[in-house]
T-cell receptor
Framework: GAVVSQHPSWVICKSGTSVKIECRSL??????MFWYRQFPKQSLMLMAT?????????EQGVEKDKFLINHASLTLSTLTVTSAHPEDSSFYIC???????????????FGPGTRLTVL | LAKTTQPISMDSYEGQEVNITCSHN???????ITWYQQFPSQGPRFIIQ???TKVTNEVASLFIPADRKSSTLSLPRVSLSDTAVYYC????????????FGDGTTLTVKP
């Protein structure tokens, strides 16, 4: 159990276009999902916290108008990179949190990642 | 969020036991310690999690001293396929497990 999928696994787009990445928890419900970005040879950088039914919370330095996050259901969060530019090329990873509340630890399960290349 | 510090890299040979230590001096009372493994171009994969003392599962052991300011991931008899980046995370349960990834430790297992 606890499988998280991402679609697409890779995408190549032209500069100026928008790209949507989906993150799904396949066998559990996740009120919280996280979006990360990872550049080559670097660690994962948290971009935002996606909360089902409410606005996402962005980390400092992440442009909320450029990286649109929607968490419309308990199993799906989407990240849309708007007006993508070559510097947005990166590996985007989501995680979904499975937990039962403050009395137990909320485990993060990670998706396989999406490789975005902007030409 | 508690900051973690790990060695940048480690080398080992097949069949050896590998111990990777993580420092988390400002760990909070409610924080758990979780270790992940990441291969290139893949998402992190859960290895083990603990709160205190020792935890063991089928792939690793986690040792946490009484003060919880550090933890050690122990991988018994590593193989070439264990070559990966290992991350230690300290999770704040009040933020749904929101954690900050440190730099991780790149483990290279040699034949």
């Amino acid at each position: 159990g606890a499988v998280v999928s991402q679609h697409p696994s890779w995408v190549i787009c032209k500069s100026g276009t928008s790209v949507k990445i989906e993150c799904r928890s396949l066998d559990f419900q996740a009120t919280t999902m996280f979006w990360y970005r990872q550049f080559p040879k670097q660690s994962l950088m948290l971009m935002a916290t996606s909360n089902e039914g409410s606005k996402a919370t962005y980390e400092q330095g992440v442009e909320k108008d450029k990286f649109l996050i929607n968490h419309a259901s308990l199993t799906l969060s989407t990240l849309t990179v708007t007006s993508a530019h070559p510097e947005d090329s990166s590996f985007y990873i989501c995680s979904a949190v499975r937990g039962t509340g403050p009395s137990s630890y909320n485990e993060q399960f990670f998706g396989p990642g999406t490789r975005l290349t902007v030409l | 969020l508690a900051k973690t510090t790990q060695p940048i890299s480690m080398d080992s040979y097949e069949g050896q036991e590998v111990n990777i230590t993580c420092s988390h001096n400002n760990i909070a009372t409610n924080d758990y310690i979780t270790w992940y493994q990441q291969f290139p171009s893949q998402g992190p994969r859960f290895i083990i999690q603990g709160y205190k003392t020792k935890v063991t599962n089928e792939v690793a052991s986690l040792f946490i001293p009484a003060d919880r300011k550090s933890s050690t991931l122990s991988l018994p008899r590593v193989s070439l396929s264990d070559t990966a980046v290992y991350y230690c995370l300290v999770g704040d349960n009040t933020n749904a497990g929101k954690s900050t990834f440190g730099d991780g430790t790149t483990l290279t297992v040699k034949p």
